[in-house]
T-cell receptor, first 112, second 113 residues
Framework: EADIYQTPRYLVIGTGKKITLECSQT?????MYWYQQDPGMELHLIHY???????EKGDLSSESTVSRIRTEHFPLTLESARPSHTSQYLC???????????FGPGTRLLVL | AQSVTQPDIHITVSEGASLELRCNYS??????LFWYVQSPGQGLQLLLK??????LVQGIKGFEAEFKRSQSSFNLRKPSVHWSDAAEYFC???????????FGKGTSLLVTP
C-alpha cells in the first residue's frame, strides 16, 4: 500500500480564490508529480520534481505553481481559481527511474 | 514522442467471462509499460508493470499482460472477471519528462451479472 496523501479530497470554491492542494508522501521518494485528469480523459502531467528545490513544468500547460521545500511535500497552488481549473488533480511519487509510480487518492476541484 | 492508444473506450463483459483490454504504444526504445486501475473517486492503483525480461507479466487481482514488441502492444487479460473489477483501466508508458508517465485515454469496464 502506497503512503501518499492528498488533501483536501474535494473542494468547491469561488472564482478568484487562492487555493493550495496538498500532497505528502512518507516513502522517501525523490521524484514527485502532479497530473490533471478531466472526467473520462487520460491523465496529463502538469508539474514534476526531481528532488528538493527542483520543479519543472509538465507537458500540459497549467496556470498552477508548485514548490518542493521538503522531500515529502509537494503542494500545488492556484493563485486565482477559475472555472476552467475544475478538474481532478492527482499527485504521484517514485523512487528512481525504473521504479513504480504511486498515486494519491486525488483532489476533485470545482470552481464556481 | 511516446504515446499510448487504448482503442476501446467502453467494454462490457459478463461476470465469469474472460477479459482482454488492448493497449498499443509508440516508443523508440524498450518501453517501461504499466497498467493501472482507477475506481470511481479514487486514485490509480498499479496492476502490473513491464520493464524487461519475461514478456508475460503477472499482476495483482489475477490480471496478466503480455508485451509484444512486434505489435507494439501490451494487452491486459483476466481469465474470469468479477463484478468488483468494474472500473477504469489505464495503460501507461514511461516518458522522458522526469520519468513521468504518458497515459492512454482509459477503458471503462462494465461487468454484468
Amino acid at each position: 500500500e502506497a503512503d501518499i496523501y492528498q488533501t483536501p479530497r474535494y473542494l468547491v470554491i469561488g472564482t478568484g480564490k487562492k487555493i493550495t492542494l496538498e500532497c505528502s508522501q512518507t516513502m522517501g521518494h525523490d521524484k514527485m508529480y502532479w497530473y490533471q485528469q478531466d472526467p473520462g480523459m487520460e491523465l496529463h502531467l502538469i508539474h514534476y520534481s526531481y528532488g528538493v528545490n527542483s520543479t519543472e513544468k509538465g507537458d500540459l500547460s497549467s496556470e498552477s505553481t508548485v514548490s518542493r521545500i521538503r522531500t515529502e511535500h509537494f503542494p500545488l497552488t492556484l493563485e486565482s481559481a477559475r472555472p476552467s481549473h475544475t478538474s481532478q488533480y492527482l499527485c504521484a511519487s517514485r523512487l528512481g527511474g525504473a521504479e513504480t509510480q504511486y498515486f494519491g487518492p486525488g483532489t476533485r476541484l470545482l470552481v464556481l | 514522442a511516446q504515446s499510448v492508444t487504448q482503442p476501446d473506450i467502453h467494454i462490457t463483459v459478463s461476470e465469469g467471462a474472460s477479459l482482454e483490454l488492448r493497449c498499443n504504444y509508440s516508443y523508440g526504445a524498450t518501453p517501461y509499460l504499466f497498467w493501472y486501475v482507477q475506481s470511481p473517486g479514487q486514485g490509480l492503483q498499479l496492476l502490473l508493470k513491464y520493464f524487461s525480461g519475461d514478456t508475460l507479466v503477472q499482476g495483482i487481482k489475477g490480471f496478466e499482460a503480455e508485451f509484444k514488441r512486434s505489435q507494439s502492444s501490451f494487452n491486459l487479460r483476466k481469465p474470469s472477471v468479477h463484478w468488483s473489477d468494474a472500473a477504469e483501466y489505464f495503460c501507461a508508458v514511461g516518458s522522458n519528462s522526469g520519468y513521468a508517465l504518458n497515459f492512454g485515454k482509459g477503458t471503462s469496464l462494465l461487468v454484468t451479472p
